[in-house]
């Protein structure tokens, strides 16, 4: 929105008329609008603190302020020379919903280390409460949720995790030929898991996707020990039939003849991840959690093989149990490996070879393969991040942001957009004009034409969406901040040109333009122009300047404030603060 502005308008005829400059229109401006201390004096035994107050609190103070005397004696004030309106600030930045106008954007910062779904959930609880207090009209809107895409991603791997789990009890149903002896390897799995999940709460690592899948990486190795355990007792329950006097005996006999090296191979297991808790920076940040829960996973199935296991094998396995060679699972593979095993045993020379050719012949393949930091995620919302030419005006980018915005919304799948061009007046967002960052909040799957995806998405609303001098870039928001953050670039692939002469630098990148659209798989081309600003460049003649007897620092100063015009001071009135800003009219500026 608009920022309210004092703007005093100076009238160069007038100025000239009472000789006074445009420097010392500067000077009154501050000096009458300030307050000072006074120290303090004692009367009747106490202090009282001086202070003399002197903030301009209207248009009409600002009017009042002296500026000298004429020839007669009479004083000169602001308001002889200048007049004093109440305007909108020049602003760098245009926030816009739906198309259907401007608006006041805002975002949460979470604080670090915090957990982002906590977050979210006490954030929306808060607006729920703030709701009865807006001022008739107004209303929150929420234009991007990462609470969605948390839900989804935890949800759909916790459900794999299910799955991954039955698949796990079922395969040892099947090979071990036996129900109760599966149980055993079953019940075991979720120990481990529920040990794992006790130390990530000891720790604070939350629930996540790296954290939940370096428990779905682990899995398949925690079941390891248990198999190999309860099938060492199935071959000592082949030679000694199971009894109740002596199955305790079996028990600790068989767990004791492979328990120390079951032990041992899960814990070298355990820390094969060691080298995952070197990665520095942002790769560290992002797979400790898989290394810490894989690392906490495995080491609780090595303890569980030696110490629950063995018990729960005492209890559970009993009744007849089929050899390993009546198995007709075993039967099966075997029966078809053995052949197999004979034809390479046969020629061992043919088959190194036959190895070695494999090997050869994949590296070329796999130097081809492309890379990539972290594969695609679709985040379930959009962002519009085209390009502009440099030098647009505020006035251009805004009626450009509304007509994407309304053009966007017109798609069935999307909810709310949400567009900035520009910046807002913060350190922490030095986005220029050129820039439009466009938030696209899409409505659930479900609600979605038939056959419709994401990819599909993007391609119409590109065809959609063509101006001239404006580059597409359809996005993930996520993904694309920490492209942003990591490497500058905005777009998942990007050139960065080094060089002494920005000159040649944007030559280059316009021949890389022109030769990369033709490229297979290229969506979109555009090579920023980092000289191609407007200027309006003002040399100043020093000998002409001297006959009047200015500086090149007095030119440069009316040039500043008269044409640009520039915040000479501020009022304070009560909590608020207004700039007041001088210049010259704007029939002289233009």
Same mark, same amino acid.
């Given at each position: 929105?608009?920022?309210?502005?004092?703007?005093?308008?100076?009238?160069?005829?007038?100025?000239?008329?009472?000789?006074?400059?445009?420097?010392?229109?500067?000077?009154?401006?501050?000096?009458?609008?300030?307050?000072?201390?006074?120290?303090?004096?004692?009367?009747?035994?106490?202090?009282?603190?001086?202070?003399?107050?002197?903030?301009?609190?209207?248009?009409?103070?600002?009017?009042?302020?002296?500026?000298?005397?004429?020839?007669?004696?009479?004083?000169?004030?602001?308001?002889?020379?200048?007049?004093?309106?109440?305007?909108?600030?020049?602003?760098?930045?245009?926030?816009?919903?739906?198309?259907?106008?401007?608006?006041?954007?805002?975002? +949460?910062?979470? #604080?670090? =280390?915090?957990?982002?779904? *906590?977050?979210? %959930?006490?954030?929306?609880?808060? /607006? @729920? $409460?703030?709701?009865?207090?807006?001022?008739?009209?107004?209303?929150?809107?929420? +234009?991007?949720? #990462?609470? =969605?895409?948390?839900?989804? *991603?935890?949800? %759909?791997?916790?459900?794999?995790? /299910? @799955? $991954?789990?039955?698949?796990?009890?079922?395969?040892?149903?099947?090979?071990?030929?036996?129900?109760?002896?599966?149980?055993?390897?079953?019940?075991?799995?979720?120990?481990?898991?529920?040990?794992?999940?006790?130390?990530?709460?000891?720790?604070?690592?939350?629930?996540?996707?790296?954290?939940?899948?370096?428990?779905?990486?682990?899995?398949?190795?925690?079941?390891?020990?248990?198999?190999?355990?309860?099938?060492?007792?199935?071959?000592?329950?082949?030679?000694?039939?199971?009894?109740?006097?002596?199955?305790?005996?079996?028990?600790?006999?068989?767990?004791?003849?492979?328990?120390?090296?079951?032990?041992?191979?899960?814990?070298?297991?355990?820390?094969?991840?060691?080298?995952?808790?070197?990665?520095?920076?942002?790769?560290?940040?992002?797979?400790?959690?898989?290394?810490?829960?894989?690392?906490?996973?495995?080491?609780?199935?090595?303890?569980?093989?030696?110490?629950?296991?063995?018990?729960?094998?005492?209890?559970?396995?009993?009744?007849?149990?089929?050899?390993?060679?009546?198995?007709?699972?075993?039967?099966?593979?075997?029966?078809?490996?053995?052949?197999?095993?004979?034809?390479?045993?046969?020629?061992?020379?043919?088959?190194?070879?036959?190895?070695?050719?494999?090997?050869?012949?994949?590296?070329?393949?796999?130097?081809?393969?492309?890379?990539?930091?972290?594969?695609?995620?679709?985040?379930?919302?959009?962002?519009?991040?085209?390009?502009?030419?440099?030098?647009?005006?505020?006035?251009?980018a805004r009626q450009l942001l509304q007509q994407t915005d309304k053009l966007i919304a017109t798609v069935p799948e999307v909810k709310t957009v949400f567009g900035k061009v520009g910046r807002a007046d913060t350190a922490t967002d030095p986005a220029p004009l050129t820039m439009i960052e466009t938030f696209i909040q899409l409505k659930p799957r479900d609600q979605w034409r038939e056959g419709m995806t994401t990819e599909k998405l993007k391609q119409e609303l590109n065809t959609l969406i063509r101006f001239p001098g404006v580059t597409n870039a359809w996005v993930m928001p996520i993904i694309t901040r920490i492209d942003m953050l990591a490497t500058g670039i905005k777009t998942p692939?990007?050139?960065?040109?080094?060089?002494?002469?920005?000159?040649?630098?944007?030559?280059?990148?316009?021949?890389?333009?022109?030769?990369?659209?033709?490229?297979?798989?290229?969506?979109?081309?555009?090579?920023?122009?980092?000289?191609?600003?407007?200027?309006?460049?003002?040399?100043?003649?020093?000998?002409?300047?001297?006959?009047?007897?200015?500086?090149?620092?007095?030119?440069?100063?009316?040039?500043?404030?008269?044409?640009?015009?520039?915040?000479?001071?501020?009022?304070?009135?009560?909590?608020?603060?207004?700039?007041?800003?001088?210049?010259?009219?704007?029939?002289?500026?233009?």
């Amino acid at each position: 929105g608009m920022v309210k502005q004092y703007q005093v308008k100076v009238s160069p005829e007038k100025l000239r008329a009472f000789g006074i400059p445009l420097a010392h229109i500067q000077n009154a401006i501050k000096r009458g609008n300030q307050e000072v201390g006074a120290s303090v004096i004692e009367m009747a035994e106490a202090e009282y603190m001086v202070r003399t107050s002197g903030y301009t609190q209207s248009r009409e103070d600002l009017l009042s302020i002296p500026l000298g005397l004429d020839d007669n004696g009479t004083p000169v004030l602001l308001k002889d020379v200048a007049s004093v309106e109440v305007g909108p600030q020049m602003r760098r930045g245009v926030a816009e919903l739906n198309g259907e106008g401007e608006t006041v954007g805002g975002i +949460v910062v979470m #604080r670090f =280390g915090e957990n982002a779904q *906590a977050t979210i %959930n006490g954030v929306k609880a808060k /607006l @729920e $409460e703030l709701k009865s207090s807006l001022p008739e009209g107004v209303e929150v809107v929420t +234009v991007y949720d #990462r609470s =969605g895409l948390i839900e989804r *991603a935890v949800n %759909n791997l916790g459900f794999k995790l /299910l @799955e $991954e789990f039955l698949v796990v009890g079922l395969v040892c149903m099947i090979f071990l030929f036996h129900v109760r002896s599966s149980l055993v390897a079953i019940l075991s799995l979720p120990v481990g898991i529920l040990a794992a999940f006790i130390v990530m709460h000891w720790q604070g690592i939350n629930a996540n996707i790296m954290s939940l899948g370096g428990i779905a990486i682990a899995i398949g190795a925690m079941i390891d020990g248990a198999i190999v355990m309860i099938e060492n007792m199935h071959k000592h329950m082949e030679r000694t039939p199971l009894t109740p006097e002596n199955r305790w005996e079996v028990v600790a006999r068989s767990a004791s003849e492979v328990g120390p090296a079951l032990f041992f191979s899960l814990l070298i297991i355990t820390v094969s991840f060691v080298p995952v808790f070197a990665l520095e920076a942002q790769e560290g940040r992002m797979f400790a959690p898989l290394a810490f829960t894989k690392t906490y996973a495995m080491a609780a199935s090595a303890a569980l093989a030696v110490t629950l296991v063995p018990v729960l094998m005492g209890y559970f396995i009993r009744g007849k149990v089929l050899p390993e060679h009546k198995n007709p699972v075993n039967r099966l593979l075997v029966g078809a490996y053995m052949p197999v095993l004979k034809l390479v045993l046969r020629f061992p020379k043919t088959t190194v070879m036959a190895a070695l050719l494999a090997l050869a012949v994949g590296l070329w393949p796999a130097t081809k393969i492309g890379s990539e930091f972290i594969p695609p995620l679709d985040e379930g919302d959009l962002m519009y991040m085209p390009t502009t030419y440099p030098g647009i005006s505020i006035g251009k980018a805004r009626q450009l942001l509304q007509q994407t915005d309304k053009l966007i919304a017109t798609v069935p799948e999307v909810k709310t957009v949400f567009g900035k061009v520009g910046r807002a007046d913060t350190a922490t967002d030095p986005a220029p004009l050129t820039m439009i960052e466009t938030f696209i909040q899409l409505k659930p799957r479900d609600q979605w034409r038939e056959g419709m995806t994401t990819e599909k998405l993007k391609q119409e609303l590109n065809t959609l969406i063509r101006f001239p001098g404006v580059t597409n870039a359809w996005v993930m928001p996520i993904i694309t901040r920490i492209d942003m953050l990591a490497t500058g670039i905005k777009t998942p692939v990007g050139i960065k040109i080094a060089g002494p002469d920005l000159t040649v630098i944007q030559n280059i990148g316009k021949r890389l333009e022109e030769v990369m659209v033709d490229i297979p798989g290229t969506a979109s081309v555009y090579s920023e122009r980092v000289a191609g600003g407007r200027y309006i460049k003002v040399d100043i003649d020093r000998e002409r300047a001297a006959r009047y007897g200015l500086n090149i620092a007095d030119v440069q100063q009316v040039v500043a404030s008269a044409i640009g015009g520039i915040n000479v001071s501020r009022t304070i009135e009560g909590l608020e603060r207004y700039p007041i800003n001088l210049r010259y009219p704007e029939d002289y500026r233009d």
